[in-house]
């Protein structure tokens, strides 16, 4: 059986590991930058092992952080700051 790909693509990313800690949880995050996601960024949480796809629009939908990470409102709301802050 022959594998049909779609893509298989190599490119230099740029990645940043992030750990703070907020007044309800402590995130750990691995932010990948690259060209395939059209400007937005791959957040990975670390702790949960979830990711998504983010653009600044994106942080700003509601619900969109907490379906993402399976988290509460006020659970990813220090989330969003920083996304937001780290988007601007």
Do not use: C, W
């Not at 791959?42 to 949960?48: C, F």
């Amino acid at each position: 059986m022959e594998r049909f790909f779609l893509y298989d693509d190599v490119e230099d990313t740029k990645t940043r590991f992030v750990a703070f800690a907020g007044e309800k949880l402590r995130y750990d995050l691995a932010i990948l930058q690259s060209t395939r996601f059209f400007g937005k960024v791959l957040v990975l949480d670390i702790q949960t092992n979830r990711f998504a796809i983010i653009g600044p629009d994106d942080v700003q939908e509601p619900g969109y952080l907490e379906a993402a990470y399976h988290r509460t409102e006020a659970e990813t709301v220090e989330l969003r700051e920083y996304l937001t802050e780290l988007m601007a």
